[in-house]
């Protein structure tokens, strides 16, 4: 079946490092987006790519890099310059404007 | 400029009322889309509905229905007899027709449907 796959489900960081979230799809989609969700709130965007090797920053891209070497593929990093991490990272995907958004399962960033 | 507001931050009703989510948007494009999502406690934001801007008809998929009216600029969201599965957040998006393929999110409504 064709989705989007996040991983890890969970993920602990250490003050001052670098982490990098996975995510891949399989639905052939151009576009594919990292949104950042505190508790409570609502959906923040990070980056977003509509083509392979072009990506854009969003709302909140301060303290993150992305990457789109290939259509299937959006990793996200979280840098140590990042100064409140600790949050739940969705990625999408989408094939226009016209389909609405396919999101992965989502990934638990915690600061220990 | 582009906006989705869900004035409603959370909604708590007693199982089997009827609940309907606001969503109110703004845009200058013509054609345009509209979605809901639901967000259950696992996290995962599951499509729910997609209406274009030409497309004023109500849906009802089982205890589901959607109001869009143009004239006002709503697109809302009706669930009848409300199930405790029901609890979740639901958010509100709009695509442009002329814009990037970034969507515009509301903020997103908490419902507690209560046994």
């Known amino acids: 079946d064709g989705g989007i796959t996040q991983s890890p489900k969970y993920l602990f960081r250490k003050e001052g490092q670098n982490v990098t979230l996975s995510c891949e799809q399989n639905l052939n989609h151009d576009a594919m987006y990292w949104y950042r969700q505190d508790p409570g709130q609502g959906l923040r965007l990070i980056y977003y790519?509509?083509?392979?090797?072009?990506?854009q920053k969003g709302d909140i891209a301060e303290g993150y890099s992305v990457s789109r070497e290939k259509k299937e593929s959006f990793p996200l990093t979280v840098t140590s310059a990042q100064k409140n991490p600790t949050a739940f990272y969705l990625c999408?995907?989408?094939?226009?404007?016209?389909?609405?958004?396919?999101f992965g399962s989502g990934t638990r960033l915690t600061v220990v | 400029a582009q906006k989705v507001t869900q004035a409603q931050t959370e909604i708590s009703v007693v199982e089997k009322e009827d609940v309907t989510l606001d969503c109110v948007y703004e845009?200058?494009?013509?054609?345009?889309?509209l979605f809901w999502y639901k967000q259950p406690p696992s996290g995962e934001l599951v499509f729910l509905i997609r209406r274009n801007s030409f497309d004023e008809q109500n849906e009802i998929s089982g205890r589901y229905s959607w109001n869009f009216q143009k004239s006002t600029s709503s697109f809302n969201f009706t669930i009848t007899a409300s199930q405790v599965v029901d609890s979740a957040v639901y958010f509100c998006?709009?695509?442009?027709?002329?814009?990037?393929?970034?969507?515009?999110f509301g903020t997103g409504t908490r419902l507690k449907v209560l046994a």
């Open positions: 845009t200058r494009d013509t054609t345009y889309y």
């Open positions: 790519s509509q083509i392979v090797n072009d990506f």
């Open positions: 999408a995907s989408s094939d226009g404007v016209r389909y609405g958004y396919t």
């Open positions: 998006a709009l695509s442009e027709l002329s814009g990037t393929y970034k969507y515009i």
